[in-house]
């Protein structure tokens, strides 16, 4: 009897201990670390709209970095600003410059000279048609033309 008494409370214990011990560590909720901040007396200076996040390695998160701002990488923004010159003639490349294309595929051209910027808007149509023809700016469809 008394055996049998001690084998049901080793089994206890042993599954309170299972139920108690993991292989990793668990976080607390945001109340219950300001809890137990408050009981050990500890002050806690962490913002309140802070979000925990799990660690990241730098390297991954440098990558991201370079993708989502394509430094090293050929952009068509660059491409065609390397090639404007010949796009539009340098005279009115002298006078504008490409500056963006937002998600529609509307490139952003910016001219300090009215008479250049008239220009442009005139042959918008056979500029878009030169930049579609580069490499990598297939999906630039219209221009937008602005006084910069």
């Given at each position: 009897?008394?055996?049998?008494?001690?084998?049901?409370?080793?089994?206890?214990?042993?599954?309170?201990k299972?139920?108690f011990?993991?292989?990793s560590?668990?976080?607390?909720?945001?109340?219950?670390?300001?809890?137990?901040?408050?009981?050990?007396?500890?002050?806690?200076?962490?913002?309140?709209?802070?979000?925990?996040?799990?660690?990241?390695?730098?390297?991954?998160?440098?990558?991201?970095?370079?993708?989502?701002?394509?430094?090293?990488?050929?952009?068509?923004?660059?491409?065609?600003?390397?090639?404007?010159?010949?796009?539009?003639?340098?005279?009115?490349?002298?006078?504008?410059h490409?500056?963006?294309?937002?998600?529609?595929?509307?490139?952003?051209?910016?001219?300090?000279?009215?008479?250049?910027?008239?220009?442009?808007?005139?042959?918008?149509?056979?500029?878009?048609?030169?930049?579609?023809?580069?490499?990598?700016?297939?999906?630039?469809?219209d221009?937008?033309?602005?006084?910069?």
């Amino acid at each position: 009897m008394l055996a049998s008494r001690a084998r049901a409370f080793a089994n206890r214990v042993f599954t309170c201990k299972n139920l108690f011990v993991s292989d990793s560590p668990q976080s607390f909720s945001r109340h219950a670390e300001k809890l137990i901040a408050d009981l050990r007396r500890i002050p806690d200076e962490t913002p309140d709209r802070m979000r925990k996040r799990p660690t990241r390695e730098l390297a991954s998160l440098v990558e991201d970095l370079l993708v989502k701002h394509q430094i090293g990488r050929d952009s068509p923004e660059q491409t065609i600003r390397d090639n404007w010159a010949e796009i539009v003639g340098p005279a009115n490349a002298h006078y504008s410059h490409a500056a963006q294309i937002d998600a529609r595929g509307r490139l952003t051209v910016l001219a300090s000279h009215a008479v250049v910027r008239n220009e442009l808007f005139l042959h918008r149509k056979l500029i878009a048609e030169k930049i579609r023809k580069l490499k990598g700016c297939s999906h630039v469809r219209d221009l937008s033309i602005r006084a910069g």
